[in-house]
Each structure stands twice: as structure tokens, then as C-alpha cells.
């Protein structure tokens, strides 16, 4: 077997590769081990450091932390896509003032920090936490995707909007049946990235005393009745914030697969041609 990519590993370079794996697997386990290992001898799977998840109130408090969590997620991540939108619509817009104007709102919030744009909400503007974490997250993010949003349409192809110009459609046509069904294949997977973050960015309102899922387990491991059970909470906190973002990762999937089976999108199979098949207009060939 040849490949024009790489050169196909010999009997020699299979049993080096091998040999690598071994020893990475050997590796990998042992520092697994040693990390299990500390943990046991501090103490961090005592009784009574995971004794405060068996009762209802500390559970009813993550709980609650969860939702707010996924509560503030939402807001953000809906304005966010429209902020998104909107900016990048002006900044492909045909006015230069438009343009500029856009320019300058989107490299101005993707180069402010996150926290600092929530606590000068928070502090300055004397807004509610929910407020002001979800209107710093919507700035950054949005500026972000405006990006995102603007790159994806550009990599289109410039004879596709040549075309659906000549065809006498308008901008808005081109944009919305022409440009971003086929863009959005391409940001698909960007855009999904831009919300894990908002979605992990969201941990920071409990600077702001916003009562989401960190902040709930800040306040548990805070707790002295309980010998501080700060690796305990963490264990239990961080596996449901992965299966967040696997589970955002999931569905992009989904509507990636969902996109391809969709017949406006898919490719129209073309027939082999006949032997002997003339072209519109064509005589018979000459004997």
C-alpha cells in the first residue's frame, strides 16, 4: 500500500510506534495513580467531606446554582448571536460610516477583558448581576461572532453573489438564500466554540455575587463544618460543566448532520451521458 501523503511505516517504525504507546499508556496510568493516590492521602475521600451532597438543602443549591448558570447562558448566547449579526451585517455594509462605526464597536469589546466590562457594568452602572454578566458576555462574544459571522460569508466563493446579482435578486436576497446557507457550514463549528466559552465565561458572576453554579460550590467548600471539601466540590462541578460543553458539541453535530441531508443543500447526482447524445443546436456528425 503507497500513499502520496506519508510513507508507510516498515515492521521497524510498527514496533517503535508501538513501543511509544506502551510507554505513554504506562505514563499516563502512573500519574493517574499518583494523582489518586494524593488525594486519598490528604483525605479528600473522608465521609465527612462528601457528606454534604447527601442533604437536600446543599443539593437544591447546586441545583439552583445550575439553572441560574444555564439561565444566564441563554440570555447570552441568544443576544450574542443577534448582537453578532447585526455587526456583521454592518460591517459588510455598502455605507462607509456604517462600516466604521461597526469596525470600531467590534475591536473596541474584543479587546476588552470579560470581567472588566462586567464588573464596570456591575459597579459603574449600578445594574442587577444578572444584568451585567449577561451584557458583558454579550459584548465580547458578540464582537467575536461578528467576526466569525463576517470571515465566513467573505470565504464564500465571489461568483456565487456575482451570480445571484445578475439574476436581479437584491443584497438582502443574496445574503439570506445565497451566502449564509453556505457560509453557515463553515462557522458552524467557530460558533459553537464562541458558545462553550460564553457558557464557561459565565462562572464569572459569582465575583459579582450572581448565585450560579460556581458560586454554589464556592460556597460549599467555603464550609468549615464540613472540613473544607473544596476537591470534592470540584470533582462533582467540573463533570457537569464538560457534559455542557460536549453537549453543545453534540448538537453541533447534529446540525451539521442535519444540514447535509437537507435537500436544498444537497448535491443534485448528475446522469452519465449516453453514447452517441448530441448538444442542443448540434448537426449529425460527418461519416
Known sequence: MTTALYDVPGPKTKRRHLFYGIGSTVVILALIGWIIY???????????????FEYKGIQELLLRGLGNTLKAFAYAAVLSLALGGVLAAGRLSEFRLVRWV???????????PVLVMIFFIYVALKVEPLPSLVAGLTLYNGSVLAEVFRTGIKSVERGQGEAAYSLGMRKTQVMRHVLVPQALRA???????QLVVALKD???GYLITYEEFLHAGKLIASNLDYGLPFIPVVMIISPIYIGMCMLLSWLAN???????????VESAEVGA??????????GRPRE
Not at 462557522?187 to 466554540?193: Q, V
Open 202 to 204: 459565565t462562572s464569572l
Open 38 to 52: 494524593l488525594l486519598f492521602d490528604t483525605g479528600q475521600f473522608t465521609a465527612q467531606k462528601w457528606s454534604p
Open 254 to 264: 447534529w446540525v451539521s448532520k442535519r444540514q447535509k441531508r437537507n435537500p436544498k
Open 273 to 282: 451521458p449516453e453514447p452517441g447524445t448530441l448538444l442542443p443546436g448540434a
Open 187 to 193: 462557522m458552524l463549528p467557530t460558533i459553537i466554540s
Open 102 to 112: 461597526c469596525t470600531l464597536l467590534v475591536e473596541f469589546f474584543r479587546a476588552m
